[in-house]
């Protein structure tokens, strides 16, 4: 975090950027909710540029994808047209503030770090198994009891499986790269650790809303993305954190899967819904 001092319209233009994401992707097809988004993004912009030209030009970099994010739709669709245009869309919005911080601006805020050379830690590798148990434990039930499960296609042909599998794991590795090394870094370079965890992990959840993780799926994914967070913080490794999350999404997967087609994976401790497919 540069300087010592925290000033309120900083907070205040960043919390607006922050903010937009519910309005933009939640309440997607609600054209006034939209519309407030977009205000707010624009607010904070405008609040940062005349008073702190460095922060307002990184919140320009969350900014802009922010709003190419909300001119497609990310719910989950495995036609290959919607697989093509999402996946163009969301490298853009990596590859954009990257691009524009490590050679435009010359600053490299924007960089995806590993610790070459240096092993995980005991720790680390604990937390890793633990990840496992715990999606194992709560994923079905999330799924399952809130009919979240509905939100993605239930898939039958190798092809639609394999469609699923690649894009539950391409997001998930997106997830990381956008919302820890771009929206979190970003943020962290003007405030403290929880006031930039707070305001990255609003974007995540929001993202993750409009993807299908919705009913009571914000208690689930809010945790989440502050852990991912704060284990960015720690680590200073982008490999461990999207080890971390695919891992989970391994368990979203077969979840997915068995909520659709319980006699195809009947793994897990949760009855499979009624509507499922024998």
Do not use: K
């Given at each position: ?224 993305a502050l852990i991912q967070g704060w284990i960015f913080e720690k680590s200073r490794s982008v490999y461990y954190i999207v080890t971390v ?34």
């Open positions: 975090m540069t300087g010592s001092r925290l000033a309120p319209t900083s907070v205040l233009s960043a919390s607006l950027v922050a903010v937009s994401a519910p309005a933009l992707f939640v309440a997607r097809g609600l054209p006034l909710l939209m519309a407030l988004g977009y205000t707010s993004l624009a607010a904070g912009l405008i609040i940062a540029f005349t008073s702190n030209r460095l922060l307002a030009r990184d919140l320009s970099l969350i900014a802009v994808p922010l709003v190419l994010i909300s001119l497609i739709s990310v719910e989950a669709n495995l036609e290959w047209g919607n697989i093509a245009l999402m996946g163009v869309v969301l490298t853009a919005c990596v590859v954009f503030p990257y691009v524009m911080s490590r050679w435009v601006f010359r600053d490299h805020v924007v960089r995806f770090p590993g610790r070459p050379g240096e092993s995980w830690s005991r720790g680390e590798w604990a937390w890793l198994a633990a990840v496992l148990v715990l999606g194992y434990l709560i994923l079905p039930v999330f799924f399952i009891t809130s009919g979240s499960y509905q939100n993605w296609p239930a898939v039958e042909e190798p092809s639609e499986i394999a469609r699923l599998f690649v894009g539950v794991g391409f997001v998930g590795i997106w997830d990381e790269l956008f919302f820890i090394c771009v929206v979190f870094a970003l943020l962290r370079r003007h405030f403290p650790f929880w006031i930039a965890n707070v305001l990255q992990a609003i974007v995540f959840v929001s993202f993750l809303w409009e993807l299908g993780y919705r009913s009571w799926g914000p208690a689930l994914t809010l945790p989440f999350h695919l891992l989970f999404d391994v368990v979203v997967f077969l979840v997915l899967v068995y909520a659709h087609h319980p006699t195809w994976l009947p793994i897990f401790l949760v009855a499979p819904p009624a509507t499922a497919t024998p």
